[in-house]
């Protein structure tokens, strides 16, 4: 070897060790999620209703998301979209209760495994398998309980004392104190709060005692001019809530209480119940990243917060989630990352559940399959230039018939409009403009002056429906191999009578409230 290669080596191993030493770390990713957190409950997106100043600090430190959506808005189908990177007919996963998860096929934590990350899960899973690629996993079965859970801890099944949301944020911190040290990690801290039945932590049980929370514009919504997919189903807080709970002897409806006074009584309960769970997901967040300050982990960790999907808060009289409707398909995302994310930032472009995994994998320098249909929102939380982003959204729900009797729908959303189309047990289409009607009220589907717009939409959702490889045929053929969103012997809240047309539910209104 002639005697100048013997200095050229040594030379490029020094500046190999340079340039790898320069690197940064691969970043940790700690993955926040609740369940059924509507926007309107986080004071960081506006909220008037509650507080929430951990959530506050998160998004005062990264970056808040104002428009980010669920692609099929329920419990699991949604948590699978996120790990799979792919739509509910391509991952397989399409309702709560007649499907259950793959585990098999390729997701993010697996990918992140496979790369030397420490992964793990503690909190609510609700996929119906076992958890497939973390390291460690402590979940709820199924849906959880709020008081004394039951947790699966890697295939034992333990009883803990206490209330869900304050164990999983204590498991969660525990974990994170004795971690493998020498590895970055993935942590998903996922809670069951606010999900129904909506039962506070001891400590805020009557924290909203005596508060009157302000009604939303179309409590008393009568769907003039709307559908029977947003008529007939068990979605009402009057009476469907009151059922809910009635089965369970849990809802205590003060004597003589008719009409809208009960309807206003039973906003007021919900409303109470609810905001004071989410409370206790605040306190969560907190909790995670003090621990995450005071081990000195916050500069190269990803916080992320997000929730499964949105909620309905009393808009249209519902409570719950299902519908392409926004409080239903807008979801909170807050992302930190002090090395790229502008504190306080915001990003108002439309992005989705979908994009999550890639978005991880890039970050951490892993390649994402081709098969997965999100895109990274590296450039958007890094406020680089991006020269085409995706101008709308597609969305598709499947679980009918079942819980709440929401039927089968897909649509297209852009910045402005919104097409839904209902097929199964009616054919039906609502299309709203957003900019001039926010709450949804005036369908716009028949009407002349907006033609071209109905059809540049349906086009659009074309368009979408060919990109993600679904299709009405497809949607149809969905129905027919599973034509259960819940348990075939599984019987509605009530049989919605006289409830069961969209002028009878009127008439019925009506009655209640004195009207003539």
């Known amino acids: 070897m002639p005697k100048e290669y013997l200095l050229i080596f040594p030379a490029l191993l020094l500046l190999a060790q340079a340039l790898h030493a320069e690197d940064p770390k691969r970043p940790n990713i700690v993955f926040i ?16 209703l509650i507080q929430t100043p951990h959530l506050d600090r998160l998004a005062s430190e990264g970056m808040l ?48 495994q496979q790369a030397g990350y420490e992964t ?28 004394d859970p ?71 919504d009568d769907y003039e001019g709307r559908s029977e997919g947003a008529s007939v189903s068990d979605m009402r807080i009057d009476p469907h809530l009151v059922l809910q709970y009635q089965w369970d002897e849990k809802l205590p409806i003060p004597e003589g209480l008719t009409g809208k006074d009960r309807t206003r009584w039973l906003y007021q309960w919900y409303m109470r119940r609810y905001l004071a769970c989410v409370l206790s997901v605040d306190d969560a967040v ?72 890639q978005t991880f994998l890039d970050y951490a320098g892993i390649a994402a399959p081709g098969d997965m249909q999100g895109r990274s929102l590296r450039p958007l939380l890094e406020s680089e230039p991006v020269a085409l982003w995706r101008r709308s959204m597609y969305y598709h729900f499947y679980e ?8 089968r729908h897909y649509g ?25 009607d926010p709450n949804e009220v005036s369908n716009l589907a028949d009407d002349p002056a907006y033609a071209d717009v109905r059809a540049e939409l349906e086009t659009e959702l074309a368009r979408l429906q060919a990109q993600y490889g679904d ?21 509605r809240y009530s049989d919605l009578a006289p409830y069961g047309d969209l002028e009878g539910w009127r008439a019925a209104q009506k009655r209640n409230s004195g009207e003539n």
Request: hydrophobic residues 35%; proline residues 6%; negative net charge.
């Open 65 to 112: 998301f104002n428009n980010a959506f669920c692609t099929n808005s329920i419990c699991g189908p949604s948590r699978a979209v996120i790990l799979t990177g792919k739509y509910s007919h391509l991952n397989g996963f399409l309702v709560n209760e007649t499907t259950r998860f793959d585990g098999s096929q390729t997701t993010f934590p697996k990918l992140f």
């Open 400 to 407: 009918y018939p079942g819980w709440h009797y929401v039927k």
């Open 412 to 436: 297209v959303r852009t910045d402005r409009f919104k097409l839904i189309r209902y097929y199964h047990d009616i054919e039906a289409w609502e299309m709203y403009d957003l900019e001039t």
């Open 471 to 491: 299709s009405p045929e497809l949607a149809q053929e969905m129905v027919e191999r599973y034509p259960h969103g819940s348990y075939p012997e599984w019987e």
């Open 286 to 357: 907190g909790a995670v990243l003090d621990t995450l300050d005071e081990l000195g982990l916050a500069d190269n960790t990803i916080v992320v917060y997000t929730s499964d999907q949105g909620f309905f808060l009393g808009e249209h009289g519902w409570y719950d989630k299902r519908y392409m409707y926004e409080e239903s398909l807008r979801m909170p995302l807050i992302v930190r990352y002090p090395p790229a994310i502008k504190p306080g930032s915001i990003e108002d472009r439309i992005v989705l559940n979908l994009d999550y995994a």
């Open 33 to 48: 999620m609740s369940d059924d957190h509507a926007n309107n409950a986080i004071s960081a997106y506006g909220s008037n």
């Open 150 to 220: 039951d947790f699966i801890k890697m295939g034992e099944t333990i009883t803990h004392e206490g209330y869900a949301t304050e164990i999983i944020a204590e498991k969660s911190v525990e974990w994170l104190r004795n971690r493998d040290a020498d590895k970055p990690f993935v942590l998903f801290s996922q809670h069951k709060a606010p999900h129904s039945d909506f039962s506070p932590s001891p400590k805020y049980r009557n924290h909203f005692d005596g508060h009157t929370f302000l009604e939303p514009e179309t409590l008393f």
């Open 120 to 147: 793990a899960v503690i909190g609510k899973w609700h996929l119906g398998t076992e958890p497939i690629g973390f390291d460690y996993w402590d979940v709820l079965p199924g849906q959880g309980s709020y008081y």
